[in-house]
């Protein structure tokens, strides 16, 4: 049984000389195999039945070819598996008093890989049956392979799997109408181009790849970003989002939840918004979001701080003089529950409530204050220059304008006189 990944081999001993380890792995082949029987120390397995078929565990690298072996029975301290599932996992032997780091395997050969040395430890037979020792190759200690860009339909893999290592994969020009599965299993996978294809909807999994920074789906048929990927491990790994050429009409308000977002391209879609909390973006340094429709900027939009900004081609109205007044009083129930839901974070969904009313709490309006509203609100245009937002402004349109139209709410009188200042 073999397993490919990297391997350090840690003494126990460096601490204590005041000494540090490399801290990096170089590429290993492990090898579960049989211990032959003259090689067994007579002193260990003398009394012992059977002991001529112990397993040990070889590792052999570039160097060591021949490799060096350890005995397994009876004589692993401690496994630490926290992280098997990113292809890691520390095996603790008593004697020599080592430390074998594994990295970059995959991550369910590992899993096999580790529990037949488990078994091995406890003596038991395994059941795979045990390499036998032939030198290892050359090329089994190649660099694994960690970019791959396809851009015809005619080099996609049909019966290959792509490289577990991998942490570059572009396949654009492919006709892909959805996201291959086996991209999912891609633990290492860094940057992802989708560009190019016909994919209309993203699956949850997406969410999974816990390294993804660089996510592009440019040129797709995508109608919406899901609810889902805002919040899952994206918010802690996304830098890069290029949902450009796509058909998106609005953004959920979650997805200002993916706040490591630094660069966002949301060009040639059709919105009708930007997310109300979009100044939660505080990495934010580019934006580009031409050629949509968007009419108005959220107010949010002032609390930005660009280096890029291009909102060229879009259809900003002129601000209206007065403000549109739209105050109940008292509030429906209606509106008094909705603020109340959404002020103490209350769960909610088309499982509780009907999904009309999800979509109204999903694009509530949010006053200056903080505090939400639906139908009860003061509304209130001005203009904004976009320098004082963005270092390099592209101009909205053909007349040399770096103004846009910014949109404020109001969710009652007294926060509308308060802010009226700030409206001049
Ligand atoms: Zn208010």
Redesign the pocket.
């Known amino acids: 049984m073999k397993l490919h990944c990297e391997v350090e081999v840690v003494s126990r001993h460096l601490p204590a000389l005041g000494l540090r380890n490399r801290g990096k792995g170089v590429r290993a082949v492990l090898n579960l195999c049989q211990q032959a029987p003259e090689s067994v120390p007579r002193s260990r397995f003398r009394d012992e039945v059977g002991g001529s078929h112990a397993a040990c565990l070889l590792v052999s690298t570039l160097k060591d070819k021949r490799g060096t072996r350890y005995e397994l029975k009876e004589n692993i301290e401690q496994f630490f598996t926290k992280f098997v599932d990113e292809g890691k996992a520390t095996v603790r032997l008593k004697e020599p008093l080592v430390d074998i780091c594994i990295s970059k395997a995959n991550s369910s050969s590992l899993k096999g890989f580790l529990s037949a040395v488990r078994l091995a430890h406890r003596g038991c037979d395994i059941e795979t049956p045990l390499s036998t020792l032939t030198p290892v190759k050359t090329s089994d200690f190649e660099k694994l392979k960690t970019k791959m860009v396809i851009t015809s339909k005619k080099d996609y893999p049909l019966s290959t799997n792509f490289p577990y290592s991998l942490e570059h994969l572009q396949t654009s020009y492919c006709g892909l109408s959805r996201v291959d599965m086996r991209m999912l299993c891609l633990k290492n996978l860094r940057k992802l181009d989708l560009s190019h294809n016909h994919i209309k909807m993203l699956p949850d999994t997406i969410g999974d790849l816990i390294h993804l920074q660089d996510l592009n789906l440019s040129d797709n048929h995508l109608e919406s970003f899901r609810v889902t990927l805002c919040q899952s491990t994206l918010q802690q790994s996304l830098r890069s989002l290029d949902l450009s050429k796509n058909k998106i009409k609005a953004l959920p308000v979650q997805f200002c939840q993916l706040r490591e977002i630094t660069d966002l391209k949301l060009d040639d879609n059709e919105l009708i918004r930007l997310p109300f909390k979009i100044g939660q973006l505080k990495n934010l340094r580019s934006l580009s979001a031409a050629r949509n429709k968007l009419p108005f900027l959220p107010s949010e939009f002032k609390n930005l701080s660009l280096e890029y900004l291009d909102l060229f081609g879009n259809t900003f109205e002129k601000p209206e003089l007065l403000p549109i007044i739209k105050l109940q009083v008292p509030l429906t129930l209606l509106e008094a529950s909705a603020r109340t839901v959404l002020q103490k974070r209350i769960p909610y969904g088309p499982q509780s409530i009907p999904y009309h009313l999800c979509h109204d709490l999903d694009t509530a309006k949010v ?5 939400f ?1 639906l139908n009860s609100y003061i509304q209130a245009t001005t203009t904004m220059n976009l320098h004082s937002v963005a270092h390099t402004v592209v101009l909205v349109d053909n007349m040399g304008g770096t103004e846009a139209s910014i949109i404020s709410y ?3 009188l ?2 509308y006189v308060n802010s009226s200042d700030m409206l001049k």
Request: glycine share 10%; net charge positive; charged share 10%.
């Open positions: 006053c200056v204050c903080g505090r509203c109001f969710c009652s007294a926060c």
